[in-house]
């Protein structure tokens, strides 16, 4: 109970000191954000480790035998190589790792946008011309595409379809504003609950 | 009035920080509610869940951390509370270490509700880097990637997961995404393996969701704030959604009201020069 008291006292000065930022730069936000930035840090280290070093590395090649055991030593050696980044004249070592990565990202990145984004959005983009959502949809893929090939001189019908893809991007971009203005509101109600709730109890 | 316009032109910011700070104060303090409409999407997914017999899987994903908090929580806190109701098991993971905590408060919170157990109602597993490879790998065997809980303990030792291999025994997969996650769950876990995902997400990511519900590979789409307040108008069991709704719009009156009168003044002065 009093560790919930001294949490929301302690959340609620640091929320004020963010907020002062509002007013102007001052030392109780710089504070505030210091230990923000210092707390996530730890937490990374501490989350790295519980989560990941010693269940799946530090407990498996303890509790394993045979070539399951010892295949665990590959994925360590390359993160401690990973490590040489700190030491410029070993820096290059760090590129091994670093290119296992990359190959791992590249390979699945690609499979899985041609398998689960491309492939099915152009499906989803093959429909009846019977309803107006399918016919704006149809216009506004194939207009917004015709405005990003630059192969062409925008002239006649082409520079018509560019320009009419220039509003439907329009429109997708004041979509997302708004959304993203409604987020930021969403954000700043929340802490003004937790404010006005936990801290104040003005609210029940 | 030229005089006003200029003024107004020039007004110090704070002023506008302070009217915000009232207009969303006020509604709370006063308590005001205000009517919310359902949307399909929203609808859809209360539906994917609703429509689970007792004892079905609902695998959570928290993808986000404090900085999404006041959008997302709500919705996991609404979800647990419709899983919950409907002794639906729920496995609990995430891919944003810092948003775990969050994950295990609300899972305490509406489990001490719903009289649930751990072990027996739900599990929470915890976090694993590499997200893409954990999407995939769990498709053939959950138990490479999450052997024990967050805790450490075995995940054979509670009975409801000795069934659970991979996406096969989950029926419904719920992703909170604040980020890329979402687009991974989809075109890792959907596309690959078929699997059912309901997305809720901020209402930063929320557009760039829509295209996956067009095109059937998501089966819900939760978005925002608003998103969540229609979920819990759904479950008919208010939360802070739709308590802080009234404030939400009245800030986007009040944001309309600024952006007329700052276009108005822009031309009046802009005439005048």
Request: aromatic share 14%; with cysteine; glycine share 8%.
């Amino acid at each position: 109970m009093i560790l919930n008291i001294i949490g929301t006292w302690l959340a609620a000065t640091l929320t004020l000191a963010i907020f002062s930022f509002l007013y102007k730069d001052n030392p109780f936000y710089k504070l505030a954000e210091h230990i923000y930035v210092g707390v996530s840090a730890g937490f990374w280290v501490i989350y790295v480790w519980a989560f990941d070093i010693k269940p799946m590395l530090i407990d498996r090649f303890l509790t394993t035998t045979g070539i399951e055991k010892w295949i665990l030593l590959i994925p360590a050696i390359l993160g401690v190589l990973m490590l040489t980044r700190w030491f410029p004249k070993t820096a290059w070592i760090s590129r091994i790792p670093l290119s296992f990565t990359i190959g791992i990202g590249a390979g699945l990145g690609v499979t899985a946008s041609i398998q689960g984004f491309l492939i099915p959005q152009i499906g989803a983009t093959l429909l009846p011309l019977t309803t107006i959502n399918n016919i704006l949809l149809v216009i506004g893929v194939i207009s917004t595409i015709i405005y990003f090939y630059f192969s062409k001189e925008f002239k006649g019908t082409w520079k018509f379809f560019s320009r009419l893809g220039i509003i439907f991007i329009m429109i997708a971009f004041g979509a997302s504003f708004g959304y993203t203005v409604m987020a930021r509101i969403s954000l700043l109600i929340g802490r003004i609950y937790f404010l006005l709730h936990n801290f104040l109890n003005i609210i029940p | 009035m030229k005089n006003l316009w200029s003024k107004l032109a020039t007004i110090d910011r704070r002023i506008i920080y302070l009217l915000v700070f009232i207009v969303v104060a006020l509604p709370m303090i006063f308590r005001m509610i205000m009517p919310i409409r359902v949307s399909r999407e929203v609808q859809m997914a209360f539906s994917e869940i609703d429509n689970l017999k007792p004892g079905s899987i609902v695998m959570i994903s928290i993808d986000y951390d404090a900085a999404s908090e006041p959008e997302l929580q709500p919705m996991l806190i609404a979800i647990l509370r419709h899983c919950f109701s409907k002794n639906i098991k729920v496995i609990l993971l995430g891919h944003w270490a810092l948003g775990l905590p969050l994950g295990e408060m609300a899972l305490n919170q509406v489990a001490k509700e719903y009289n649930k157990k751990y072990g027996e109602d739900y599990v929470n597993l915890g976090y694993r880097p590499g997200y893409t490879a954990l999407m995939v790998g769990i498709g053939k065997e959950i138990r490479d990637f999450f052997p024990t809980d967050y805790r450490g303990i075995p995940i054979d030792s509670f009975p409801f997961m000795r069934k659970v291999r991979n996406y096969q025994q989950i029926d419904v997969l719920v992703g909170l995404e604040a980020g890329a996650t979402g687009d991974a769950w989809v075109q890792f876990a959907g596309a690959r393996f078929n699997q059912k995902i309901i997305l809720g997400t901020t209402g930063v990511i929320a557009p760039d969701m829509f295209p996956y519900l067009q095109a059937k590979q998501i089966a819900g789409l939760i978005s925002g704030l608003q998103g969540a307040a229609e979920y819990e108008t759904l479950l008919k069991k208010a939360g802070s959604a739709i308590l802080g709704m009234p404030a939400q719009s009245f800030v986007h009156l009040l944001i309309i009201i600024f952006i007329i009168i700052g276009n108005i003044g822009y031309f009046i002065l802009r005439k005048r020069r």
